[in-house]
């Protein structure tokens, strides 16, 4: 009888292996970087060309390589960062698996080029699927370049599954923003298609590097944190109380100058400022933890996004408390403001949406089923406003039913299905703002922006691209302008998450339901705020006028009704005259 099990051909093991390192361009340019920071690097230089999928290049003024190490480094588990197990406890590099060359060599053609100080002549190999094609001497200067061609050329299933150009190169921007955060020293520049995009020269302290990446609004709205005790120390910077935002961007956590996934520090932060956080806000953060490395496991995820700690609870505790200290502070100068902005009547009332709502049977996108459904009793009913119940909630008698409406969800629905209206009619109409807002965004969500000035301008926004992140807001969809509170930069931001997030498959009509929903949701009536007499019976009237839509444009509930009958049960009347 023949064996089922095989062992599978080294080519085949290391497309495997490579799948599980790089997931997507930027994971290339995340390993090739964080290489050239392991080798001492000054400044390096990244270059990619369509988003990285057609070519990327790094360079770097490190250490460089003999022409032996250099032909070893493409050995898998061949390492210069650890010599035993032990040292797995002690690591102070970026990489020290040995996988990353390797690795990206598997799935693209690689060439590279390496010199050691001193050395009278560099080294180059060419490699072709991980197989080296050629090897011999090359002038070079001290340091080493790799060059990354057709990535996942013979990985077509891993290809497929990219997102769009924008997307992509906006993770690869990402990759070197969390890199730079945690090496304020090293002189960082990215290109893309031959044109400079990011450029972070070497500074004094994290603080400034902050300030570089995500702009001075930013810090000017964040407390500094910098508190340390015989283990520990957390330096950075978190959001004063009111200067949270709607998007959790940015929320940064560095581990040992390594950018890290950790959703239980991330949860001590939240923690920290319990009730000083109105509901649906959260906090922005940029956070360095250093500790020793015997007490932390990076060996967790194959892409070392992830961490251990051997006292995650005293490490909770310690987070929550410095941060509660910081905000604390902050709050106790603030509160008798806050007090008064959320104890008085709203100074931007909620406003008369004018001509007719749309049902949306002329829309152009998808809803859902359910969403379209009218709210029996019929829409030519009475509604008869009764009153708010803890600022989030609106009671109605609609007909002969009572109504328990969300106030969000329905403002929000009644806005989508205004909007849509416009936008199955051509482009949304816009109004032009007697000052133009400036904007700062990262360069991430800046490239999204100018990939989309088109799809921006069919929905009522004209933005002016000042260069770098500054962008001028010089109009906006009228109809948003004609809501309470809007924040243009959380508007756009929410659009700029949608983006980032879709595949290149997308459709039309998916692509601008949801970024309809998400311009309605952000410019509709919070929970949390007192309406006058006259906004409810006005948004109650719109809302019937739309047709008691049951849902918001991404599903969640408007109204729960309660029919005489559901009364009637409900205190025994069955039967009762």
């Known amino acids: 009888m023949s064996s089922k099990i095989a062992v599978l051909s080294l080519e085949v093991a290391n497309r495997i292996a490579a799948g599980e390192v790089v997931e997507r361009p930027s994971s290339a340019v995340k390993e090739l970087v964080e290489n050239a920071i392991d080798a001492g690097a000054g400044r390096i230089t990244v270059e990619v060309a369509e988003a990285g999928r057609r070519h990327i290049r790094v360079t770097d003024d490190g250490e460089g390589m003999s022409q032996a190490d250099a032909a070893c480094a493409f050995l898998r588990h061949a390492t210069s960062k650890i010599r035993t197990d032990a040292d797995l406890f002690t690591i102070r590099t970026l990489g ?48 080493t370049m790799v060059e990354v061609a057709d990535l996942f050329y013979n990985t077509p299933p891993r290809k497929k599954f990219l997102k769009s150009p924008a997307t992509e190169f906006g993770h690869i921007c990402q990759v070197i923003q969390r890199l730079a955060l945690g090496f304020p020293k090293i002189h960082f520049r990215l290109l893309h298609n031959g044109a400079s995009v990011l450029e972070f020269a070497p500074v004094r302290s994290g603080r400034e590097r902050i300030q570089q990446i995500y702009g001075l609004a930013l810090v000017d709205g964040c407390v500094d944190i910098t508190q340390e005790d015989d283990e520990l120390r957390l330096e950075g910077v978190s959001s004063r109380p009111l200067e949270s935002g709607l998007s959790r961007t940015p929320q940064e956590m560095l581990v040992n100058q390594r950018w890290v996934k950790c959703p239980s520090l991330a949860h001590a932060v939240y923690e920290a400022y319990g009730t000083y956080l109105a509901k649906g806000r959260h906090p922005r953060f940029v956070l360095h933890l250093t500790i020793d490395p015997r007490s932390l496991d990076m060996n967790v995820h194959p892409a070392k996004r992830e961490v251990r700690f051997s006292n995650q609870e005293r490490l909770h505790e310690m987070v929550r408390r410095w941060i509660r200290a910081a905000v604390s502070a902050q709050t106790a100068v603030s509160i008798g403001a806050m007090v008064a902005e959320f104890s008085g009547p709203p100074t931007q009332p909620y406003t008369t949406l004018t001509g007719p709502v749309s049902s949306g049977s002329a829309s152009p996108v998808d809803r859902a089923a359910e969403a379209t459904q009218p709210y029996l009793p019929a829409v030519d009913s009475v509604v008869q406003p009764l009153g708010q119940i803890a600022e989030r909630y609106l009671l109605a008698q609609v007909g002969e039913e009572l109504q328990i409406v969300d106030q969000h969800t329905a403002h929000e629905r009644v806005l989508f299905e205004r909007l849509s209206a416009e936008f199955g009619q051509g482009n949304i109409a816009s109004q032009q703002a007697l000052l133009p807002g400036r904007i700062e965004l990262p360069a991430s969500a800046a490239m999204v922006i100018r990939a989309h000035g088109s799809d921006l301008e069919r929905l009522g926004f004209e933005v002016e691209d000042f260069g770098g992140g500054t962008f001028l807001l010089r109009a906006m969809p009228a109809l948003l302008t004609q809501t309470a509170r809007v924040d243009p930069e959380s508007l756009l931001r929410a659009l700029v998450e949608d983006w980032e997030n879709e595949v290149s498959t997308v459709s039309f009509k998916e692509r601008y339901h949801a970024a309809l929903a998400s311009m309605a949701c952000h410019s509709a009536v919070r929970s949390g705020r007192r309406m006058e007499s006259a906004e409810i019976r006005q948004l109650l009237e719109d809302w019937r006028e739309a047709g008691l839509p049951s849902t918001c444009p991404h599903g969640r509930r408007v109204a729960m009704r309660l029919t005489i009958e559901d009364l009637d049960r409900i205190f025994g009347r069955q039967g009762w005259t």
Do not use: N, Y
């Open 96 to 143: 020290f698996r040995g996988e990353a060359l390797p690795s990206i060599a598997a799935v693209s053609r690689m060439r590279l080029v390496t010199a050691a100080p001193g050395a009278s002549c560099g080294t180059e190999i060419s490699l072709e699927g991980g197989s080296i094609k050629g090897q011999w001497e090359a002038p070079s200067p001290p340091g």
